[in-house]
């Protein structure tokens, strides 16, 4: 079992940044795939970043490429996602997810078996 926790997200202005963490449990969190995605209200929760278990492989959907930046550091058992230049577009609920077997289909939801709780995210205009 796994668990996960974000933290960091908050209220900023367009233009402004943001620092979401993802702690996690788990002797084995250097063998998982981590990936972030958010969901706005009204919308379906979609892909925003991803991470391979070594952190030699990193994966972005096109509206957050150069802007954000998906990073890990195995020793504390954390992912990072470092958002610049935010848009309000960019205002959702953000989780961060454990992938076990670090599957090809980074940005498919299902393929990650546990999730944290979600950390809000809003941008203003």
């Known amino acids: 079992q796994v668990h996960v926790v974000e933290s960091g997200g908050g209220l900023v202005q367009a233009g402004g940044s943001l620092r979401l963490s993802c702690a996690a449990s788990g002797r084995t969190f250097s063998r998982y795939a981590m990936g972030w995605f958010r969901q706005a209200p009204g919308k379906e929760r979609e892909f925003v970043a991803a991470i391979s278990w070594s952190g030699a492989s990193t994966y972005y959907t096109d509206s957050v490429k150069g802007r954000f930046t998906i990073s890990r550091d195995n020793a504390e058992n954390t992912v990072y996602l470092q958002m610049n230049s935010l848009k309000p577009e960019d205002t959702a609920v953000y989780y961060c997810?454990?992938?076990?077997?670090?599957?090809?289909?980074?940005?498919?939801?299902?393929?990650?078996?546990?999730w944290g709780q979600g950390t809000q995210v809003t941008v203003s205009s």
């Open positions: 997810a454990a992938d076990p077997w670090g599957s090809v289909k980074y940005s498919d939801a299902s393929v990650y078996d546990y």
